[in-house]
């Protein structure tokens, strides 16, 4: 069974400072690797989807990396900011058999950023 | 596009009461949806994935008896929480996706309180 682990599982920092979330998954038989933002008592925000095939994505001040065979990824937040504050999960799609497609999370990371 | 919306956003009911959640796509088709719980500072946990048309399939260790899911049109599926506890207190969230290889849109969430 999938199991995806997030690393740190808390962060605080100030305002300014360039950031690496990690995210690590034991079967490497991914279809896709998505990181999400959940703010408190909100639903998700996808930021950025990976497919299998690639090795990173950009959107503004977020890059996100992907290692299938080592089964990793990491989120970099450049020049963090206040609002940057909520929970990152990572989640991994399964790409085999019945189970295609179905979404594997982490716990996420709490990520608070101060003034 | 690709909006998912959920309805209640949030609901407040008597232990032993019956509550349903509707989960809608609005602009696409979406073959198969999904349900997930979240217990506070937990991440996503899948309880269920219902194709159009077809019985949902049930999570080890989810009730189908008690969480009965129809997932009736392409645009909707309903999650009732049956005869609610306590217990079942929770933050649920939906997905839809048109096919096994695209992507899982969410919606917002339902804060579920049992008193």
């Known amino acids: 069974k999938q199991e995806v682990t997030q690393i740190p599982a808390a962060l605080s920092v100030p305002e300014g400072e360039n950031l690496v979330l990690n995210c690590s998954f034991t079967?490497?038989?991914?279809?896709?690797l998505q990181w999400f933002r959940q703010d408190p008592g909100k639903g998700l925000t996808s930021l950025l989807l990976?497919?299998?095939?690639?090795r990173e994505q950009t959107s503004g001040r977020l890059n996100a990396s992907l290692d299938k065979s080592s089964g990793r990824s990491t989120l970099y937040i450049a020049a963090s900011q206040p609002g940057d504050s909520a929970t990152y999960l990572c989640?991994?799609?399964?790409?085999?058999?019945?189970?295609?497609?179905?979404?594997?999370f982490g716990r996420g990371t709490q990520l608070t950023v101060w003034p | 596009g690709a909006v998912v919306s959920q309805h209640p956003s949030r609901v407040i009911c008597k232990s032993g009461t019956s509550v349903k959640i509707e989960c809608r796509s609005l602009?696409?088709?979406?073959?198969?949806m999904f349900w997930y719980r979240q217990f506070p500072k937990q991440s996503l946990m899948l309880m269920a994935t219902?194709?159009?048309?077809?019985?949902?399939?049930?999570e080890q260790g989810v009730e189908k008896d008690k969480f009965l899911i129809n997932h009736a049109s392409l645009t909707l599926s309903t999650l009732t929480v049956t005869s609610a506890h306590p217990e079942d207190s929770s933050f649920y969230i939906c997905?839809?996706?048109?096919?096994?290889?695209?992507?899982?849109?969410f919606g917002p969430g339902t804060r579920l309180t049992v008193l």
């Open positions: 079967d490497s038989a991914i279809y896709n």
């Open positions: 219902s194709n159009e048309g077809s019985k949902a399939t049930y």
């Open positions: 990976i497919q299998s095939s690639q």
């Open positions: 989640a991994v799609a399964a790409d085999r058999g019945s189970t295609l497609g179905r979404l594997y």
């Open positions: 602009d696409f088709q979406a073959t198969t």
């Open positions: 997905s839809a996706r048109v096919s096994s290889y695209n992507e899982q849109f």
